[in-house]
């Protein structure tokens, strides 16, 4: 049961530093918020960097559910 948490914690690990790196910096939405402002006033989205920020969001509250457990496990 340990051995398998333990492996699932490895691939969220992975997952979400995978995921981190993949989306865009912050300096690409600055720059886009100057010429583009319009398009973010009317609600269009940025599609693959709000799917990552989901995955994201998602694996980070896995990451920590998953490091509780194992703690409560290993005592």
Known sequence: MRLA?????????LSLIATVLLQSGRSAGL???ITGGAQSLFGKKKGMDDLLGRIST?????FMILAI???ILAS
């Open 5 to 13: 948490l333990i492996i699932i914690y490895v691939v969220v690990c």
């Open 69 to 71: 457990v194992l703690t």
């Open 58 to 62: 998602g694996l980070a509250v896995g």
């Open 31 to 33: 720059s886009g918020a």
